[in-house]
DNA sequence: CCTACCGATCGGTAGG
DNA sequence: CCTACCGATCGGTAGG
């Protein structure tokens, strides 16, 4: 059987906990909160999982497990001969995806990694540093094929998208805008720029350099 | 007398809560915790504060009001006259450094901020708001001028920019690189982009399109 | 999975 | 500011 009835209540139990780490925290989250949402009693979760660190880790791992498999897929499912800028907002799509509507897993790593048991970040770092490095691949096809400037620091590149991304779980509403529009506008600050081109720059400037 | 002995403990026992909450998140940190690196007992503390939620209001509308404070230091110490760039990079590097490293205030803000009782958040809000409205004047004034582009999604960009800051609370070491320099990177990337320009665009990629 | 409970710790208070 | 303590709650366990 691939789904035994221990298994399903096991997902049960880590999407409450996933929902309220996100919300409230880590140590702001008690086993009983996730217990009453999972429908069950507090020491029952015992049954399921060694104890509350234990969830954490997989909540954790889950989530950036499922962020880095959306990413992969988004991009995998683009013409081999694509241009760097459409699997940049392919990715740029999934990410967000995962993080603001899919995904309280996601959100969950971004909300209480940094408060997580040295043990739990410790292992989970793990698979953040394989994601880290696939978009910094990535990045790098980017920049070998000349969509990126050769000057860019792709290091401060990865980290600044990945931050204005992850960011976004604090302030997204989704009646707003819809994720891809979102998924765009990010893409086109982070290729073009809000500026203008240095010509452009050339002529407005003039008048002000000549002032001061 | 400008600095009571009170004023001072007290700055004392905000100082400590600001680095527990910044590390430990809200529910992570304990009045003990603070009373001990404060050099106290823990029912002392409320010689001081009401409660617990006392001090985290205060540490987080301290931190909002010293980064706001610094930005506009920072740009209001440039001569009227200056460029949007030199005033966006002013105000980049003062957001940079109170939270990289002047900042337990400021990063208990942005680690914390989510987890704290509706009533904490709903005032220290307020001067959230005013500060995002700070920079949504910043930028407006700089698409005014023509040095950011006209069709530029100011609200996506502030929210952006002061994400991939933000985020770099989680990454930044200072034995990599000085703030100063890394400001100068958040700049260029947001202004000038990372892609070639349109005409460079042109010819690069004319090959590839034709394939596909 | 539940019942019943433990040892520890928490935020907060009283009285000085 | 300290001492001494409260009521409540926490993560976790035993036994079924």
Redesign the pocket.
């Known amino acids: 059987m691939s789904h035994p009835k221990s298994a399903i209540?096991k997902q049960r139990i880590l999407d409450a906990a996933a929902r309220a780490f996100s919300l409230n925290g880590y140590a702001g989250?008690?086993?009983?909160d996730i217990a009453m949402t999972a429908g069950?009693?507090?020491?029952?979760i015992?049954?399921y999982f060694e104890?509350?660190?234990d969830i954490l880790q997989e909540v954790l791992d889950v989530g950036i497990t499922r962020v880095f498999s959306a990413a992969r897929l988004a991009i995998g499912s683009l013409p081999a001969s694509s241009a760097f800028s459409e699997k940049l907002e392919a990715a740029v799509t999934a990410h967000l995806t995962m993080l603001l509507q899919q995904g309280d897993y996601t959100s969950a790593n971004i909300r209480v990694f940094e408060q997580a048991p040295p043990a739990v970040k410790r292992q989970n770092r793990k698979l953040r540093t394989a994601y880290g490095e696939y978009w910094g691949q990535l990045l790098s096809e980017g920049q070998r094929s000349g969509e990126i400037r050769k000057n860019v620091d792709l290091t401060i590149l990865r980290l600044m998208l990945l931050g204005s991304m992850n960011w976004a779980v604090t302030w997204y509403r989704s009646d707003r805008m819809p994720i891809p529009e979102l998924a765009l506008k990010f893409c086109e600050v982070v290729l073009k720029g809000v500026g203008l081109s240095d010509d452009q720059l050339e002529n407005s400037s003039r008048g002000r350099r000549a002032r001061s």
Chains 1, 2 share one sequence.
């Open positions: 209540t989250t008690t086993i009983n069950m009693q507090g020491g029952s015992y049954y104890s509350k660190d």
